[in-house]
């Protein structure tokens, strides 16, 4: 409805914009007043042209121009009782409800839902996004290449994050596989079952005389023990086999077990990441893995159901 | 004399009654009751004369509910959701405080009590048709009040930080991380880390007693007041609902569990 509608003499202002920019203009005037004589000059600018149009848009009814068109349906056509567009005429003493209110309550509304948008995101990002961020872990000394006998696998476990604590330990069955050429081979493997995460045991014999505690590099507490006659491993929660290789070989596995990489500094063992194994074609030093980046468990690298884990989170 | 002075039970009655009027009155609305009224209303309604022990099933999930909020905000007071003192807290607790024991029990077997209660009386709404309209929208927040609940259990399961409850935890967070294109994601964001770290434990505890049972209580509202609002429905071999009369005599009103109707007073 036309606010101006019988009221000729009516010198009620449009509903306009220009004020909200005239409004950003003078802020910047003050902050440039305080930090910057370019965002003074900014804000200057800003300020005349809104005024400017602002003015302009005001006295257009002393200019004797058109009312401008408004978002509202025009004047002109009587609209039939009853259309909503047009609203109820409003009898004796209603309230008559003018496209101005109608704004403000856009604005409140608006502003409401940017405020809460502004208010939830980072809350909701602080919830979801720390497991994400900075999910690596250094570099772990777990022992000298002499503390590890050829061909035996031995279990050491070890600290991931040593300022986390125990509930940081971790544990790999690392076997020293002798030299492939002139560099040192090892197969190491992750006791994480690739079912749903479970420890998976040595199919052998821990010899827990043997077992040898070093505090090593970074306050970290590795334990080693070796093991004898290593046919496997097995999983004690839904009873997935695996073969020393780590090649699943009964149960609800569904890939190999994962491995480690490493690297040898100064004739000490270093474990780094972990990476998701498919299967392992050969033994020992002679082995070919098929390596993907590290899924969780459970989750196939490889074949059609992999289609289903199409994005790894990073790690 | 002329006028009789008030017996001590008047008076009594008057004085309970002061504070009760002095509330309803500032929270009615005009034409509606207010918040004594509303109770009132609630615990007095009328509900069919046929219902049976069977419709008692949620306010017994109602109450294995409060019964878990209470003793859980109770165990909150001495739990210390920590990987190094979890544990510990738990063993404090147990064997340390005075009725510790019982109260943990309370919670730990009460959490059983309150699914196999939901399951109960999901199953008397779903054999009794109660489920159909129009009562939709309350089996569908009962539908979300069983997966909260279950939840719950997920959740507070890893609380007391044995091998049990860490060991499951992997096992079920990996489970829900094999769910596809999400999966991969959702362990994480459950675990706080690609695995069980320092964060979880507390994540889990936040989880368990603040998100989860606040909108457990929402739900639980809303169910309620659609119960109230909809009304309790008829068993579907119910003769008055059918519009036939009652066969034999009237049934003699019954008294709840003061004086409960003798046996056979009621007739089908």
Not at chain 1, 34 to 51: E, H, N, Q, R, T
Not at chain 2, 67 to 78: D, N, P, W
Request: net charge neutral; with cysteine; aromatic share 10%.
């Amino acid at each position: 409805m036309d606010p101006h509608e019988g009221q000729g003499t009516s010198h009620e202002p449009t509903p306009t914009v220009w004020p909200v920019g005239f409004a950003v203009g003078i802020a910047c005037i003050f902050v440039g007043l305080i930090i910057s004589k370019i965002v003074l000059v900014v804000g200057v600018v800003i300020a005349a042209i809104f005024g400017f149009l602002w003015i302009r848009d005001a006295t257009k009814p002393f200019r004797h121009e058109e009312a401008p068109a408004e978002a509202e349906p025009p004047p002109a056509p009587r609209q039939p009782p009853g259309a909503r567009a047009a609203g109820p005429e409003p009898g004796e003493g209603e309230i008559v409800r003018y496209p101005r209110s109608k704004f403000l309550e856009a604005t409140t509304l608006g502003l409401g839902a940017l405020i809460g948008v502004v208010v939830t995101a980072p809350v909701l990002g602080f919830t979801v996004l720390p497991p994400f961020i900075k999910q690596g872990h250094p570099k772990v000394d777990v022992g000298a290449i002499e503390d590890f006998p050829e061909n035996k696998f031995v279990i050491a476990t070890y600290l991931l994050k040593p300022a986390d604590g125990e509930v940081s330990r971790r544990t790999a069955y690392i076997r020293n596989n002798g030299f492939l050429g002139e560099s040192p081979s090892f197969t190491i493997v992750s006791n994480r079952c690739v079912h749903l995460g479970c420890p998976v045991q040595v199919n052998g014999l821990p010899l827990a005389d043997e077992t040898k505690t070093e505090r090593t590099a970074g306050n970290n507490v590795v334990t080693r023990i070796p093991t004898a006659a290593a046919a496997g491993f097995g999983c004690p929660c839904h009873g997935g086999q695996y073969d020393t290789e780590g090649n699943r070989t009964a149960g609800p596995p569904v890939r190999a077990l994962d491995r480690y990489e490493f690297e040898i500094v100064d004739g000490r063992l270093l474990l780094g990441k972990t990476f998701a194994v498919s299967e392992v074609d050969g033994t020992a030093a002679d082995a070919k893995i098929h390596t993907y980046p590290l899924a969780g468990p459970g989750q196939h690298v490889d074949g059609p159901e992999a289609w289903l884990y199409p994005v790894q989170p990073p790690r | 004399m002329a006028k009789k002075k008030p017996s001590r039970l008047d008076q009594l009655v008057k004085l309970v009654l002061y504070p009760l009027n002095w509330l309803e009155e500032r929270t009615s609305i005009p034409g509606h009751s207010g918040l004594v009224g509303g109770i009132k209303y609630f615990l007095f309604r009328k509900v069919p004369s046929d219902i049976s022990w069977g419709h008692t099933l949620g306010s017994a999930a109602l109450t294995a509910f409060i019964v878990q909020a209470v003793t859980g905000v109770i165990l909150a007071m001495y739990y210390k959701p920590d990987p190094n003192s979890a544990y510990e807290s738990i063993r404090h607790i147990t064997d340390d405080l005075w009725a510790g024991w019982l109260v943990r029990g309370m919670h730990r077997w009460g959490a059983s009590v309150f699914i196999i209660l939901l399951f109960l009386h999901m199953g008397r709404v779903f054999l009794y048709g109660a489920y159909k309209y129009p009562r939709e929208l309350n089996w569908i927040i009962g539908a979300l009040i069983l997966v909260l609940g279950m939840m719950e259990g997920f959740f507070g399961y890893l609380l007391p930080w044995d091998q049990t409850a860490y060991w499951a935890t992997v096992v079920g967070v990996n489970l829900q991380a094999t769910g596809p294109f999400v999966g991969p994601f959702l362990g994480p964001v459950l675990q706080g880390g690609h695995d069980i770290g320092p964060d979880t434990l507390a994540r889990f505890y936040s989880l368990h007693m603040l998100v989860i049972p606040g909108a457990l209580a929402g739900l639980i509202g809303l169910h309620l007041w659609l119960v109230v609002r909809i009304g309790v429905s008829s068993p579907p071999w119910s003769p008055t609902e059918a519009g036939r009369p009652q066969p034999g005599p009237p049934p003699a009103p019954r008294k709840g569990l003061v004086a409960p109707a003798p046996r056979g007073a009621r007739r089908r």
